[in-house]
């Protein structure tokens, strides 16, 4: 008997495989058995993943792109069909933070935002959507999100997230007579490389918990275990990433006539970072 969150037979694309929360799901959904697309733009990072999903006995194709170019997304959800012969779940995570005040920013970057967390997940529901149709099969797409969608006054960053939720729902709704799923996960705070984005001062801190000595610069890639080591120091305020991973291998896992549309995942209590 296949264990109940088997995702064997499977196959799940995830966007921003490379790092932090979208590692941790391409991860868990292969140890449950699925065949993992990992996208993004690191490609040593998703290198290492893969090679760790198939030495764990699982398998694993990687696509380097960044998704706000115009058909990264699509080639995705081709190179699911063309390794496996169909899509099953797509995972919408690629997202970059900018908590900085408005009258800071600047076009530039709030297209970025844009571009990466709302765009590309537009892409990423409307190709997954026709392939799943155009195979006839169930399907399943999970769409990060963030508290930030909870809260009215969360910035730019949080109108993405808000966006999100939006589209999500709007989808749900497109989606009644498919038997195609759709769930928005909304973690709170998790320790991943989008401490990158928040002010130096916290990144120092948060370098200190991890009582390594490590000098970052601004946007450098965090090591993981800076990340591992300041997680396990402030697990009361932040989320390990596999965390969000079994939220998303349990929406996935539900029976057919169970939709688990919105999941909210927070660490025991909040941390104010802005
Ligand atoms: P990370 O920075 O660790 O991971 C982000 C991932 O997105 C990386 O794999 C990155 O790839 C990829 N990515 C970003 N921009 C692009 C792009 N233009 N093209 C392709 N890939 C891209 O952050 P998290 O794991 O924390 O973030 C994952 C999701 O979780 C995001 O949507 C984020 O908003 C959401 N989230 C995170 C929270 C947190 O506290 N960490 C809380 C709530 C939500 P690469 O590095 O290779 O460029």
Same mark, same amino acid.
């Given at each position: 008997m296949p264990e109940p969150q088997s995702q064997a037979g499977r196959t799940a694309v995830v966007t921003? #495989?490379?790092?932090?929360i979208g590692r941790a799901i391409a991860e868990r959904l292969a140890a449950a058995g699925a065949h993992v697309v990992l996208g993004g733009r690191t490609e040593s990072a998703m290198n290492e993943a893969a090679a760790r999903i198939e030495a764990a006995g699982g398998a694993a194709t990687f696509v380097v792109g960044d998704?706000?170019?115009?058909?990264v997304v699509q080639g995705l959800i081709d190179a699911a069909v063309a390794a496996t012969?169909?899509?099953?779940v797509v995972v919408n995570n690629a997202g970059i933070a900018d908590f900085g005040p408005i009258l800071e920013g600047d076009a530039e970057r709030w297209r970025a935002l844009f571009d990466t967390n709302v765009v590309a997940l537009l892409v990423g529901c409307q190709a997954g959507v026709r392939a799943m149709r155009h195979q006839g099969t169930p399907g399943h797409i999970v769409n990060v999100s963030s508290v930030? #969608?909870?809260?009215?006054?969360?910035?730019v960053y949080g109108a993405t997230k808000h966006a999100v939720n939006v589209i999500s729902r709007t989808l749900r709704l497109e989606l009644l007579e498919d038997p195609i799923k759709v769930t928005t996960i909304m973690p709170g705070v998790v320790a991943t490389n989008m401490a990158r984005s928040l002010d130096p001062s916290i990144l120092t801190t948060l370098v200190a918990l991890s009582g390594l000595d490590v000098e970052l610069s601004a946007g450098e890639r965090i090591p993981d275990e800076v990340l591992a080591r300041a997680q396990a120091a402030l697990s009361e305020f932040a989320a390990r990433p596999e965390d969000i991973a079994d939220a998303v291998l349990f929406a996935v896992s539900q029976p057919a006539g169970v939709h688990v549309a919105e999941l909210v995942v927070r660490p025991n209590k909040d941390l104010q970072l802005t």
């Amino acid at each position: 008997m296949p264990e109940p969150q088997s995702q064997a037979g499977r196959t799940a694309v995830v966007t921003g #495989a490379s790092s932090g929360i979208g590692r941790a799901i391409a991860e868990r959904l292969a140890a449950a058995g699925a065949h993992v697309v990992l996208g993004g733009r690191t490609e040593s990072a998703m290198n290492e993943a893969a090679a760790r999903i198939e030495a764990a006995g699982g398998a694993a194709t990687f696509v380097v792109g960044d998704v706000r170019e115009p058909g990264v997304v699509q080639g995705l959800i081709d190179a699911a069909v063309a390794a496996t012969g169909h899509v099953d779940v797509v995972v919408n995570n690629a997202g970059i933070a900018d908590f900085g005040p408005i009258l800071e920013g600047d076009a530039e970057r709030w297209r970025a935002l844009f571009d990466t967390n709302v765009v590309a997940l537009l892409v990423g529901c409307q190709a997954g959507v026709r392939a799943m149709r155009h195979q006839g099969t169930p399907g399943h797409i999970v769409n990060v999100s963030s508290v930030a #969608a909870q809260d009215p006054s969360s910035g730019v960053y949080g109108a993405t997230k808000h966006a999100v939720n939006v589209i999500s729902r709007t989808l749900r709704l497109e989606l009644l007579e498919d038997p195609i799923k759709v769930t928005t996960i909304m973690p709170g705070v998790v320790a991943t490389n989008m401490a990158r984005s928040l002010d130096p001062s916290i990144l120092t801190t948060l370098v200190a918990l991890s009582g390594l000595d490590v000098e970052l610069s601004a946007g450098e890639r965090i090591p993981d275990e800076v990340l591992a080591r300041a997680q396990a120091a402030l697990s009361e305020f932040a989320a390990r990433p596999e965390d969000i991973a079994d939220a998303v291998l349990f929406a996935v896992s539900q029976p057919a006539g169970v939709h688990v549309a919105e999941l909210v995942v927070r660490p025991n209590k909040d941390l104010q970072l802005t």
